[in-house]
């Protein structure tokens, strides 16, 4: 485990509260089930691995869906918060574990990897050691950070100073990802490796650029309407501040 990986001990419940207790996290899961609703249909239970899964708001609804789901995270604080939350789920395993220790992986039918990569030292890297672990017919559902949008949104709202440092802040702030990633290079990167690439997802296309975020429950519903209209396609898609990928490792 490098170093420079980023994990949350210590501040597991600012965490679950600054990810998941405001409105673009409450979208962000919403669009993500969303799109992960499909590959989730089958006729027999599926082998899922949440890596990298906090305090299981996504391992929940794979358990819900009827499979058989372990959850991987390496910050034992947030493993508290998940035993709780999950603690009423029979069909769910946690244990603390990263990328680069998980031994279970080729176990998997699929690998459900959302927002961990962008907190790693090497995210490409770690690509890489999810691929070679996974065993050939399986599906990886990632989500990482867009630096692109990223710029995008900055540029908006006139932070060019913050562009023109690289968007590095001189005091890093522990909720803010190290690595955002450029997703012709992640796309690039996943097909060098072998992966197929079946589906590309925008995750709030255009929450984020929004002048007035307080929004009504009409107005809420209304955007999440009109999010799950265009995040499939081009050009909304690449404005996702995250981007959704559905890889497949051939047979």
């Not at 244990?95 to 690998?111: A, F, H, M, V, Y």
């Not at 065993?135 to 006139?158: E, V």
């Not at 992966?195 to 997802?201: D, E, K, Q, R, S």
């Not at 929450?207 to 799950?228: G, I, N, P, S, W």
């Amino acid at each position: 485990m490098k170093s420079t990986d980023q994990y949350f001990d210590g501040i597991a419940k600012k965490f679950a509260t600054n990810i998941y207790g405001t409105t673009k996290g409450r979208l962000r899961h919403l669009l993500l089930v969303e799109t992960l609703t499909q590959y989730l249909q089958s006729s027999r239970p599926l082998n899922v691995m949440d890596l990298g899964g906090g305090t299981g708001i996504m391992t929940k609804v794979l358990a819900d869906a009827g499979h058989q789901v372990t959850l991987v995270d390496a910050s034992e604080d947030v493993l508290v918060l998940a035993r709780e939350y999950l603690a009423e789920l029979p069909h769910v395993t946690i244990r603390q574990g990263s990328i680069q220790t998980e031994t279970q992986i080729d176990q998997q039918d699929l690998i459900v990897c959302h927002a961990v990569l962008e907190w790693l030292a090497e995210p490409l890297e770690a690509l890489s050691l999810i691929y070679k672990k996974m065993k050939p017919g399986s599906a990886l559902s990632l989500t990482f950070f867009n630096r692109d949008a990223a710029l995008f949104g900055n540029a908006i709202y006139g932070n060019f100073d913050y562009i023109n440092r690289g968007m590095k802040v001189k005091n890093q702030v522990r909720l803010n990802p190290n690595n955002p990633l450029v997703p012709a290079e992640v796309i690039s990167h996943a097909e060098s490796l072998g992966f197929t690439v079946n589906a590309v997802t925008g995750i709030r296309c255009f929450h984020d650029y929004m002048r007035e975020r307080q929004l009504t429950d009409a107005e809420f519903e209304a955007l999440v309407a009109l999010e799950k209209q265009y995040m499939n396609q081009a050009p909304y898609c690449w404005l996702g501040k995250y981007i959704h990928l559905m890889l497949e490792k051939p047979a």
